[in-house]
C-alpha cells in the first residue's frame, strides 16, 4: 500500500512541505541510484535495510531516519526477509539549513535513531489526510505546516536528549546548555563570549567559570573549536573559498580565520580542502 501526495510550496517560506507519503514496501524494493533537488527525510516504521551515499552504505532500522541532500547521489534497499515500512517528507525553505541542523541531522551524519519518533507518522497522516481531503485552493495550510515543524520539533528534541548530560539538573547546567545551544544557533555571526554570557544572564568572568568547570574547556576555545568543525564540514562538502568557508563560521577576516584553522587543525585551510578534495576523486 502506497499513499503520497504533493503540495505548492510558497517562494518565500521558512519552511515548507513539497511531498509526503507512507508505503510498505514489497521484499524486494530498492530506490536508486538518483539525485533529488529538494531535501527529503524517510523515517522508518518497521523493519530494516540500508542507505548508501557518498560511498557509505549505512544500516536503517525500525525507528530511525535517514535524510537526502540535494544533489547528492543516493540508493537505499530494503531486507527482503525483514522489509521496511517507512514515511517520507520533501521540504525546503530558508531556513532548511538550519532546522536540520538544530536536529543533529548533516550529510556527514543521515542517519539517526528518532526518540519519541512514533508520533512522525501521524503527523504525515495528517498532512496526507489534509492534502486528500481539500482542493488547493481552500488547503488549510496551517495543518500542513503546524504538522511540518512537529516533525522537526521530534527530531530536534530527540538529538538534545541525545547529547551527554550532565549528572545532575544544576542551575550551572541550565546556564551552560543555553550556551550550547546559542552557540549552535549563532555559530555563523560573529559573536563575542560576552554576546553568550550577556544571553545566559551572567556576568563574563563567572560565566567563563562556570563554563570551563562544566565542560573542560574556556568558551572561548569551545566556541573556535565548533567553528572550525564546520568549516572542515563545508571544505568536505562544497566547492566554496576558504573565505566564503571563514565568513560562512562567522569569522570575517581571512587570515585569522587561516590562522586558527591551521591551530586546530595542524594545516592550512587551502591544503586541508586540496586533501580532502584529492581523496575524494580518488574513491
Not at 132 to 143: C, F
Request: hydrophobic share 35%; charged share 25%; with cysteine.
Amino acid at each position: 500500500m502506497r499513499r503520497e501526495q504533493f503540495h505548492i510550496p510558497s517562494l518565500v517560506s521558512d519552511l515548507d512541505l513539497y511531498y509526503c507519503g507512507i508505503e510498505e514496501v514489497i521484499q524486494h524494493f530498492t530506490c536508486g541510484p538518483a539525485i533529488r533537488d529538494n531535501c527529503l527525510i524517510h523515517y522508518i516504521i518497521k523493519g530494516s535495510g540500508f542507505f548508501e551515499c557518498r560511498g557509505i552504505r549505512h544500516p536503517v532500522k525500525e525507528g530511525e531516519i535517514f535524510a537526502i541532500f540535494p544533489g547528492e547521489l543516493t540508493y537505499y534497499e530494503t531486507d527482503p526477509d525483514n522489509p521496511w515500512t517507512f514515511c517520507w517528507l520533501g521540504f525546503g525553505g530558508r531556513r532548511t539549513k538550519e532546522m536540520l541542523q538544530r536536529a543533529g541531522i548533516s550529510m556527514d551524519e543521515p542517519v539517526r535513531f528518532i526518540r519519541e519518533g512514533a508520533d512522525i507518522p501521524g503527523y504525515i497522516g495528517t498532512m496526507l489526510d489534509t492534502l486528500e481531503a481539500y482542493p488547493s485552493r481552500d488547503l488549510p495550510a496551517s495543518k500542513i505546516h503546524g504538522a511540518l515543524y512537529n516533525i522537526f520539533a521530534v527530531m530536534e528534541t530527540s538529538h538534545l536528549a541525545s547529547r551527554p548530560q550532565f549528572p545532575a539538573r544544576t542551575e550551572t547546567a541550565d546556564y551552560v546548555g543555553k550556551a550550547l545551544r546559542f552557540i549552535e544557533t549563532h555559530y555563523q555571526s560573529p559573536i563575542s563570549i560576552k554576546n553568550i554570557a550577556d544571553y545566559v544572564g551572567l556576568e563574563r568572568t563567572y560565566f567563563t567559570k562556570q563554563f570551563t568547570k562544566a565542560t573542560g574547556e574556556s568558551p572561548q576555545r569551545f566556541l573556535i573549536k565548533y567553528r572550525i568543525d564546520q568549516a572542515q564540514r563545508l571544505l568536505a562538502t562544497t566547492d566554496m573559498t576558504v573565505g566564503q568557508v571563514g565568513k560562512s563560521v562567522g569569522i570575517q577576516e581571512l587570515a585569522y580565520f587561516s590562522r586558527l584553522y591551521k591551530k586546530v587543525v595542524g594545516v592550512a585551510p587551502k591544503q586541508h580542502g586540496q586533501s580532502i578534495q584529492l581523496r575524494a576523486n580518488t574513491v
